[in-house]
């Protein structure tokens, strides 16, 4: 097999489908290769046993911890990435979160916030993005929090499900973690993959994962295409990397490692390094009477005391609250705390430490390491330890006992940063473009790229950068 085409895109979760859309929507040939199949559509997407208690869509790929302990990142490889099972809250970053921040360990992003407003508002458009109605029991927590005057203020949540999906309770109560049968929630298979997948100039293959990226034969700086697991080889006159920030880095290391470019490009040193992935704890509120609110996650609380955190409501109902108590207490008994419970999502923003990385596989090791401490970041550490414990304060004040937990290192969901954005090729990796400094034609359009990761999700700003690089290359501004 050897195809050519104009675009060749690696990976189809948020960046990759919405470069996906763009470049096949000016009429570019484009490849894309998604190493997952397509979702069934026969329920089990929803189906709490099979998702959460058994887990079998998640990636069953073995990494290591700092330490060299074996453990599997919450990944998912499936046609829409992650998408297809996020919580749907699609949030802008603020614009002071472009900007460097030391204090913090915040790098800068090397465009500000108005060079990507246009495809923020562009995004939200392609994905529906819309608030709802807070619901009666979140409207009774957050009015009692806000009058007892320890400065959580509410906003609406924008979030990327039809309205009609109220009408549908299994769907309602299970659209964060679980990936839509009907199409209700907008993820990047539904709204960007089908508006363009009837295309002739649009080729999709799934089951198709990269393994590495062809060179040049008479210069490595030039990629000519990319070859697959199954040895197939595709041409194309520029690649995009775009199979998240737990591998894009990987496949870019293995490529510079095999070149020789990694003794002599500058930004070599920085592949793979500050990795982040929110601090984040999940909370239980606890009350006496049952609570009844079925998407639950309408709004987002922040408060200015805690700069970069951000709460939001789970959009788990009782059953799937009961999931997380732990399995000390009897079923039966978690079960009724689950339908009184209320969960919270708590995430901190963490900066950058060089020493967070992604290592292909260290030193012949059987697998990838990810060598991440939040050690090494002291003041999202404390600032989040401040989140957890105010939350938890202000909800016993208004009568809500609450546990929380903090999430581990295979809580991958909002990995990023490990191919940062700059303009210093000695500490970042791609340039203001997309494309990895002193490469003529790689880019990146994945999760990788976040200097910063804001107080709040990171989709809708990965579908946006996605959106900027692909508009740039197809009006040619950066010719391969
Ligand atoms: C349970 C959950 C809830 C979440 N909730 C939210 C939320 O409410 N809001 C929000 O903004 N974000 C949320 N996220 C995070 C969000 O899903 C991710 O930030 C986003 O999907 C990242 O996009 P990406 O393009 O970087 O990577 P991904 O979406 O991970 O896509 C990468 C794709 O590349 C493919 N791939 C990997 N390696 C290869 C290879 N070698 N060859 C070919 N293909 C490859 C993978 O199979 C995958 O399809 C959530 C995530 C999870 C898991």
């Given at each position: 097999?050897?195809?050519?085409y104009?675009?060749?895109?690696?990976?189809?979760?948020?960046?990759?489908s919405a470069?996906?859309y763009?470049?096949?929507?000016?009429?570019?040939?484009?490849?894309?290769?998604e190493?997952?199949?397509e979702?069934?559509?026969?329920?089990?997407?929803?189906?709490?046993?099979?998702v959460?208690?058994q887990?079998?869509?998640?990636?069953?790929?073995?990494w290591?911890d700092?330490?060299?302990r074996?453990?599997?990142?919450?990944?998912?490889?499936?046609?829409?990435?992650?998408?297809?099972w996020?919580?749907?809250?699609?949030?802008?970053?603020?614009?002071?979160?472009?900007?460097a921040?030391?204090?913090?360990?915040?790098?800068?992003?090397?465009?500000?916030?108005?060079e990507?407003?246009?495809?923020?508002?562009?995004?939200?458009?392609?994905?529906?993005?819309?608030p709802?109605?807070?619901?009666p029991?979140l409207?009774?927590?957050?009015?009692?929090?806000a009058?007892n005057g320890?400065?959580?203020?509410?906003?609406?949540l924008?979030?990327?499900?039809?309205?009609?999906?109220?009408?549908?309770?299994?769907e309602?109560?299970?659209?964060?973690?679980?990936?839509?049968?009907?199409?209700l929630?907008?993820?990047?298979?539904h709204?960007?993959?089908e508006?363009?997948q009837?295309?002739?100039?649009?080729?999709?293959?799934?089951?198709?994962?990269?393994?590495?990226?062809?060179?040049?034969?008479?210069?490595?700086?030039?990629l000519t295409?990319v070859?697959?697991?199954?040895?197939?080889?595709?041409?194309?006159e520029?690649?995009?990397l775009?199979?998240?920030?737990?591998?894009?880095p990987?496949?870019?290391?293995?490529?510079?490692?095999?070149?020789?470019?990694?003794?002599?490009?500058?930004?070599?040193?920085?592949?793979?390094r500050?990795?982040k992935c929110?601090?984040l704890?999940?909370?239980l509120?606890f009350?006496?009477?049952?609570?009844t609110?079925?998407?639950?996650?309408?709004?987002?609380?922040?408060?200015e005391?805690?700069p970069?955190?951000s709460?939001?409501?789970l959009g788990?109902d009782?059953e799937?609250?009961?999931?997380l108590?732990p399995g000390?207490?009897p079923?039966?008994f978690?079960?009724?705390?689950?339908?009184?419970a209320?969960?919270?999502?708590?995430?901190?923003e963490?900066?950058s430490?060089?020493?967070?990385?992604?290592?292909?596989?260290a030193?012949?090791?059987?697998y990838?390491?990810l060598?991440?401490?939040?050690?090494?970041?002291p003041?999202?550490?404390?600032?989040?330890?401040?989140l957890?414990?105010?939350?938890?304060?202000s909800?016993?004040?208004?009568?809500?006992p609450?546990?929380?937990?903090?999430?581990?290192l295979?809580?991958?969901?909002?990995?990023?940063?490990?191919?940062?954005?700059?303009h210093?090729?000695?500490?970042?990796?791609v340039d203001?473009?997309?494309k990895i400094?002193?490469?003529?034609?790689?880019y990146?359009?994945?999760?990788?790229?976040?200097?910063r990761s804001?107080?709040?999700?990171?989709?809708?700003t990965?579908?946006a950068?996605?959106?900027?690089?692909?508009?740039?290359?197809?009006?040619?501004?950066?010719?391969a």
């Amino acid at each position: 097999m050897n195809e050519r085409y104009q675009d060749i895109i690696i990976g189809s979760g948020a960046g990759g489908s919405a470069a996906a859309y763009a470049l096949a929507h000016a009429g570019r040939r484009v490849l894309l290769l998604e190493k997952g199949r397509e979702l069934p559509h026969d329920g089990s997407t929803l189906d709490v046993d099979k998702v959460i208690r058994q887990g079998i869509f998640k990636s069953k790929e073995r990494w290591l911890d700092k330490n060299g302990r074996t453990f599997e990142p919450e990944e998912y490889f499936n046609l829409g990435g992650k998408t297809k099972w996020y919580g749907a809250a699609l949030v802008r970053f603020e614009p002071h979160e472009f900007e460097a921040e030391p204090a913090h360990q915040c790098l800068p992003w090397p465009i500000a916030y108005r060079e990507l407003k246009p495809y923020y508002e562009r995004a939200e458009e392609l994905l529906g993005v819309h608030p709802f109605e807070p619901e009666p029991d979140l409207r009774a927590i957050v009015g009692k929090l806000a009058r007892n005057g320890a400065g959580w203020r509410a906003q609406p949540l924008m979030l990327a499900l039809d309205s009609s999906i109220v009408e549908h309770p299994e769907e309602a109560a299970h659209f964060d973690a679980f990936a839509s049968v009907k199409n209700l929630k907008a993820d990047a298979q539904h709204a960007l993959l089908e508006r363009v997948q009837q295309l002739p100039n649009l080729t999709i293959r799934t089951g198709q994962a990269v393994r590495d990226l062809i060179a040049d034969s008479d210069r490595p700086e030039r990629l000519t295409g990319v070859r697959t697991e199954d040895g197939g080889e595709f041409r194309a006159e520029t690649v995009l990397l775009a199979a998240g920030a737990l591998h894009s880095p990987r496949l870019l290391q293995g490529y510079l490692e095999t070149t020789g470019l990694a003794e002599r490009l500058p930004c070599a040193e920085a592949i793979g390094r500050n990795y982040k992935c929110h601090l984040l704890s999940a909370m239980l509120a606890f009350s006496a009477t049952p609570k009844t609110d079925l998407l639950r996650k309408t709004l987002l609380l922040l408060n200015e005391r805690l700069p970069h955190s951000s709460i939001q409501p789970l959009g788990f109902d009782g059953e799937l609250l009961s999931t997380l108590i732990p399995g000390l207490v009897p079923r039966w008994f978690a079960r009724a705390l689950g339908h009184r419970a209320y969960g919270f999502f708590l995430q901190t923003e963490d900066g950058s430490d060089p020493a967070n990385r992604v290592v292909a596989k260290a030193n012949g090791a059987q697998y990838p390491q990810l060598d991440y401490d939040p050690a090494r970041l002291p003041a999202a550490r404390e600032e989040h330890q401040r989140l957890v414990r105010d939350f938890s304060r202000s909800l016993l004040k208004i009568g809500l006992p609450a546990a929380a937990q903090s999430i581990p290192l295979a809580g991958t969901a909002h990995a990023c940063g490990t191919l940062v954005a700059g303009h210093d090729p000695r500490t970042s990796v791609v340039d203001a473009d997309g494309k990895i400094h002193d490469l003529d034609n790689l880019y990146v359009v994945d999760g990788s790229i976040l200097p910063r990761s804001s107080r709040a999700n990171p989709s809708l700003t990965i579908y946006a950068w996605a959106l900027r690089v692909a508009e740039r290359l197809q009006q040619g501004e950066r010719p391969a």
